[in-house]
């Protein structure tokens, strides 16, 4: 009865578990091609605040930035999975020089995003 128990048990941890992971929001935009470059990395980890949504914009090349290549595809990996932060496109992106985007934690959590933009 005990095991039964404990099996069902770990059953059910195996499959939130999967469930979890499946929330991670990692975010994709547009296509790789074989010839693309990164042309850009970044991480963005910003901690929790009580009661708050933390929001960061990346831009890429930034103000004062200059990029010859034209964006392909852009990615936004979410590293704390289920904690329900996510990731907008808020301006160019695959087809342009350059990008923003907009990326948001959900309540009382922090972010740990990578971005990465890549092109030819
Ligand atoms: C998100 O991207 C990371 C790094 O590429 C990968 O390890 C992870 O499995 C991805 N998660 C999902 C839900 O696609
Ligand atoms: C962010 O995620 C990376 C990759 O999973 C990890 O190595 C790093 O420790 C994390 N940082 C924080 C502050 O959680
Ligand atoms: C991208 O570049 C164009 C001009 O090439 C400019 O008009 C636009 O504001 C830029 N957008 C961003 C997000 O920097």
Known sequence: MK??????????GVLAA?????IATNSTWGQRGRYD???YRTQVVKKSE???VIS????????????????TQVVAID???KDGG???????????RNVTLH????RNHGLNYTVEVFGN
Do not use: C
Not at 3 to 12: P, S, V
Not at 18 to 22: M, P
Not at 103 to 106: A, E, F, G, R
């Open 103 to 106: 990326i948001k934690s959900d």
């Open 37 to 39: 470059r990164l042309l």
């Open 56 to 71: 960061v914009d990346v831009e890429f090349p930034g103000k004062n930035g200059y990029n010859p290549y034209y964006i």
């Open 79 to 81: 590293h704390k999975r």
């Open 50 to 52: 009580l009661w708050r």
């Open 3 to 12: 095991a039964r128990t404990t099996i069902a048990l770990i059953a059910f």
């Open 18 to 22: 999967l469930v979890a992971t499946s």
């Open 86 to 96: 996510y990731a907008q496109l808020r301006k160019g992106g695959p087809n342009y």
